[in-house]
């Protein structure tokens, strides 16, 4: 049974009616206002249209740094239309030792954090991190200097002002 125009409108109108009464018992998402530029490695510096807004991991509002603009089409535009106002703007992610990264974002790219995966060379050496084994062996390497230097004092191998002299240079590298 094939249903008559009229049936449709009323069935079209009905969902419509549901929709606009169900409508405000669900809340909307927010609109997103502010996004984190994240790297790997951390610590690159970001520009956003020439400019530099940090280093990485950045927050970044969009209404100070993506403010929107009427921009022209661009290639991943689809549809009609010559013009758009909408947020548009490169961002270049640099750091030393590493293959800069560059790209267009639009409205559509930010609406959640942006995080880019930087290539590095071998000449990329990543900052040392403490350890706590480390720290330790360290700090066991000049207790046993500071017990050794003792033991010639002791002995009666080095003066006191050369006891002294070398215990200080010892203690200044902690």
């Known amino acids: 049974m094939?249903?008559?125009?009229?049936?449709?409108?009323?069935?079209a109108f009905l969902a419509l009616c549901c929709m606009a009464a169900l409508s405000g018992c669900?809340?909307?998402?927010?609109p997103v206002s502010s996004i984190t530029i994240?790297?790997?490695p951390p610590g690159a510096q970001v520009f956003v249209s020439g400019k530099n807004i940090g280093t990485t991991p950045v927050l970044v509002e969009l209404d100070k740094v993506f403010p929107r603009h009427w921009t022209g089409r661009?290639?991943?535009?689809?549809?009609?239309?010559?013009a758009f106002y909408r947020?548009?703007?490169?961002?270049?992610?640099?750091?030393?030792?590493?293959k800069p990264y560059t790209d267009q974002f639009t409205g559509k790219n930010l609406k959640q954090n942006i995080t880019v995966n930087?290539?590095?060379?071998?000449?990329?050496l990543p900052p040392p991190q403490a350890t706590p084994a480390a720290t330790e062996s360290r700090g066991t390497k000049i207790e046993q200097r500071l017990q050794e230097l003792l033991?010639?004092?002791?002995?009666?191998?080095?003066?006191?002002?050369?006891?002294?002299t070398q215990q200080q240079r010892i203690l200044n590298q902690l």
């Open 151 to 164: 033991e010639l004092k002791n002995k009666g191998l080095i003066t006191d002002q050369e006891y002294h």
């Open 118 to 124: 930087l290539s590095c060379g071998p000449q990329y």
């Open 87 to 98: 947020r548009l703007a490169t961002v270049t992610i640099k750091k030393t030792g590493c």
């Open 26 to 30: 669900a809340s909307l998402p927010e």
């Open 38 to 40: 994240n790297s790997d």
């Open 2 to 11: 094939i249903p008559n125009r009229r049936g449709v409108r009323e069935s």
């Open 74 to 82: 661009i290639k991943s535009d689809v549809g009609p239309g010559f």
